[in-house]
């Protein structure tokens, strides 16, 4: 029996009760029910200073920088919601991103990545994931094509922070499936 895939998972906002997070949290569900093996990371190993190649030159990458480039090592695909701001992705999403380029190697090369976004508006934060999908495949990505979003997420969770968006969950479902089946063939 082959092994499960391994995916590295994360919201790009630090908000505690972010809607990202929370369809995060259905997509980690679905990817774990679809045969992947989901490490989740939270907020704060994605906090890291503003990238400034004066910074990087002084002290070197931060060390959740060098964590997450640890982490994207062992990994065989990312899973990133990508919440949007005023029609672009967030500045932590980028920031992110960019501190692990400056890694010797290349951390993304060959990656499988899926992005998902949620919004309380109609479009579902698509503009996000549009640019999140195009900035992973210019960082060496396999990016699943397809749209993965929740419009009107504010009404699609239950009281206890479940999806109950039947469509939504489908979605979920197919992207998960999707996600798994690519990783485990690039994985071999």
């Not at 009760?17 to 989901?38: C, I, W």
């Not at 009107?152 to 939504?168: E, M, N, S, Y």
Request: proline share 6%; charged share 20%.
């Amino acid at each position: 029996m082959a092994t499960a895939p391994r995916i590295l998972a994360f919201a790009a906002s630090a908000r505690r009760e972010s809607l990202n997070r929370k369809f995060l949290a259905a997509a980690v569900t679905a990817v774990t029910l679809a045969g992947g093996q989901v490490t989740l990371l939270q907020p704060d190993e994605l906090a890291m200073p503003l990238y400034n190649g004066d910074l990087e030159d002084a002290g070197g990458m931060p060390p959740n920088a060098v964590k997450l480039v640890g982490l994207l090592g062992n990994h065989d695909a990312l899973l990133v919601a990508s919440p949007e701001y005023n029609a672009m992705i967030t500045p932590m999403l980028k920031n992110t991103l960019d501190w692990c380029s400056r890694t010797d190697g290349d951390p993304f090369d060959g990656k499988v990545a899926a992005v998902i976004s949620a919004s309380p508006g109609i479009l579902g934060g698509v503009r996000s994931l549009q640019l999140a999908q195009q900035l992973l495949l210019k960082l060496g990505c396999h990016v699943l094509p397809g749209q993965c979003i929740l419009p009107h997420a504010d009404k699609a969770f239950d009281g206890d922070g479940r999806l109950t968006d039947p469509r939504a969950l489908k979605s979920l479902k197919g992207m998960a499936e999707r996600l798994v089946l690519a990783a485990s063939k690039l994985a071999g």
